[in-house]
């Protein structure tokens, strides 16, 4: 079965700074793989996903994600942070064999100091 | 526009209690999934369906049933709230068309229970 962990509970930057959020996942073969945003009271909009091809993804509101098969990472960057940004970031993956079922980590939250 | 919609928004019930909350889509997706979402615990699926009159248990099932009597509605049923079921409910639906894709969510409805 698939996992996700995300280390980081809570990440707090400023604004305009740079952004990291850190995903691994544990999958046998090639997973699908997605970055999902939760705004406060909201439900989750996708950012970005990878399933194949080109490792470094680009996505809305100028995220991307790298795929790194040797690291099990999918980690979310964006140069520079605006106070909007402030969310929880859901990282998810799905097996290419499981149907559309997606196991997701739990969260990230961010904080954006101004 | 399609969309996604959760009714209630907001539910205080008894212990003991039977619930059922709603999803109904217009994006006339094949698939649809009911999740919790608990601190530290990220989105946790607890039932999905893959087309009308097929569902399926996901990981966390007990005390939980959904039926899906058309594309648009699946709705999900606590037949004996209990306290450890207070929780955020979100609802998603997808496509089977491609393969694996995104799922779209609902605004989720948090349920307390007394």
């Known amino acids: 079965a698939q996992s996700v962990t995300q280390p980081d509970i809570h990440i707090t930057v400023s604004e305009g700074a740079s952004l990291e959020l850190r995903c691994n996942y544990s999958y046998g073969a090639t997973p699908y793989l997605f970055w999902y945003v939760q705004s406060p009271g909201q439900g989750l909009q996708l950012l970005l996903k990878?399933?194949?091809?080109?490792?470094l993804v680009q996505g809305i509101k100028g995220f991307e994600a790298e795929f790194k098969r040797s690291q099990s990472s999918f980690n979310l960057r964006k140069p520079s942070v605006h106070w909007s940004d402030a969310a929880e970031y859901f990282c998810a993956v799905g097996a290419r064999n499981a149907g559309n079922m997606l196991t997701f980590g739990g969260g990230t939250r961010l904080m954006v100091k101004p | 526009d399609a969309e996604i919609t959760q009714s209630p928004r907001h539910k205080i019930t008894e212990t003991g209690r039977q619930v059922t909350l709603a999803c109904h889509q217009t994006?006339?997706?094949?698939?649809m999934f009911w999740y919790r979402q608990d601190l530290g615990h990220g989105l946790r699926l607890i039932h999905y369906?893959?087309?009308?009159?097929?569902?399926n248990k996901g990981e966390v099932s007990d005390g939980y049933s959904v039926s899906r009597s058309n594309t648009e509605d699946l709705p999900l049923t606590l037949e004996s709230a209990a306290s450890s079921q207070t929780s955020v409910y979100f609802c998603?639906?997808?496509?089977?068309?491609?393969?694996?894709?995104?799922?779209?969510f609902g605004p989720g409805t948090r349920l307390t229970v007394l």
């Open positions: 994006w006339n997706h094949n698939n």
């Open positions: 990878y399933f194949s091809g080109d490792t």
């Open positions: 998603a639906s997808s496509t089977l068309a491609g393969g694996l894709n995104e799922q779209f």
């Open positions: 369906s893959y087309g009308v009159q097929d569902t």
